[in-house]
């Protein structure tokens, strides 16, 4: 393999679909036969975000496992970990063949952490409501960019049971302590993080499906010149799902 250009550096951060990562060097050009050891072998041609970080247009949250592989020779997945195919299809365009041999394997060979799914005869029924405000990213020059949206927080509606069984450690309960009620309801919970594909995974994975959906357009107006533009695109959309 050729020795890498001196103007690489040694620590390489990046933007993968919008997700951020910090790695070395080293570890991204380990498989010398990938299609990212290929991209780094010139970094120089590779697309940076206006932060300055490599960009690469790939799923940015299964990349993590990518990441964990190029580090470790293996890969570790959580518990009911429902997408393998999508992780196959990956490690596939990043021409890693021995992580699609191990994907492609039993779970219970991919991790010891992997688990058999909770029985549905225990699963609780009911239904779940997501909701969130957002707008939209906005580039150089004010302009809006509808490819990136920014959520401020995600909103969580139902039995508070329920919801601590599908979010565990996500759920913030700040704004609406326990009083004793399990069998409660609540309006008031809210998500630690602002990913709405990982909560709509966390609903899945216990067995929940969506059932209807609503959101407003963007509201055209606002009520000043330094957000005027941003406000313009402010939204808000709701997701239902239930478990019977």
Same mark, same amino acid.
């Given at each position: 393999? *050729?020795?890498?250009?001196? +103007?690489?550096?040694?620590? !390489?951060?990046? %933007? =993968?679909?919008?997700?951020?990562?910090?790695?070395?060097?080293?570890?991204?050009? #380990?498989?010398?036969?990938?299609?990212?050891?290929?991209?780094?072998?010139?970094?120089?041609?590779?697309?940076?975000?206006?932060?300055? #970080?490599?960009?690469?247009?790939?799923?940015?949250?299964?990349? #993590?496992? +990518?990441?964990?592989?190029?580090?470790?020779?293996?890969? !570790?997945?959580?518990?009911?970990? $429902?997408? +393998?195919?999508?992780?196959?299809? /990956?490690?596939?365009?990043?021409?890693? &063949? $021995?992580? =699609?041999?191990?994907?492609?394997?039993?779970?219970?060979?991919?991790? &010891?952490?992997?688990?058999?799914?909770? &029985?549905?005869?225990?699963?609780?029924?009911?239904?779940?409501?997501?909701?969130?405000?957002?707008?939209?990213?906005?580039?150089?020059?004010?302009?809006?960019?509808? #490819?990136?949206?920014?959520?401020?927080? +995600?909103?969580?509606?139902?039995?508070? *049971?329920?919801?601590?069984? !599908?979010?565990?450690?996500?759920? %913030? /309960?700040?704004?609406? &302590?326990?009083?004793?009620?399990?069998?409660?309801?609540?309006?008031?919970?809210?998500?630690? @993080?602002?990913?709405? $594909?990982?909560?709509?995974?966390?609903?899945?994975?216990?067995?929940?499906?969506?059932?209807? *959906?609503?959101?407003?357009?963007?509201?055209?107006?606002? %009520?000043?010149?330094?957000?005027?533009? /941003?406000?313009?695109?402010? @939204?808000?959309? $709701?997701?239902?799902?239930?478990?019977?």
């Amino acid at each position: 393999m *050729s020795s890498m250009p001196s +103007i690489a550096p040694t620590v !390489v951060e990046l %933007n =993968v679909g919008g997700r951020q990562y910090a790695t070395s060097l080293t570890t991204l050009t #380990k498989h010398s036969e990938s299609v990212i050891a290929e991209m780094f072998a010139d970094p120089t041609i590779l697309a940076k975000d206006t932060n300055g #970080k490599y960009f690469i247009d790939r799923d940015g949250d299964l990349f #993590k496992y +990518i990441l964990d592989y190029l580090r470790n020779s293996t890969v !570790v997945l959580p518990s009911r970990f $429902e997408n +393998i195919s999508r992780l196959i299809a /990956e490690a596939e365009f990043y021409r890693l &063949p $021995e992580l =699609v041999a191990l994907l492609s394997e039993k779970p219970d060979r991919i991790s &010891p952490s992997e688990v058999l799914p909770t &029985p549905k005869e225990n699963l609780q029924p009911g239904c779940l409501t997501l909701g969130y405000r957002g707008t939209f990213a906005f580039g150089r020059d004010g302009l809006v960019d509808v #490819k990136f949206r920014k959520i401020l927080r +995600i909103l969580v509606c139902g039995r508070v *049971s329920i919801a601590r069984d !599908v979010f565990g450690e996500s759920l %913030n /309960e700040s704004r609406d &302590p326990d009083r004793g009620l399990s069998s409660r309801y609540t309006s008031r919970f809210y998500l630690k @993080h602002v990913f709405l $594909e990982q909560a709509f995974d966390m609903l899945l994975s216990k067995g929940f499906r969506l059932v209807s *959906s609503a959101g407003t357009a963007a509201s055209g107006t606002s %009520n000043g010149p330094a957000e005027s533009e /941003e406000s313009k695109w402010n @939204h808000y959309n $709701e997701f239902v799902f239930c478990r019977p």
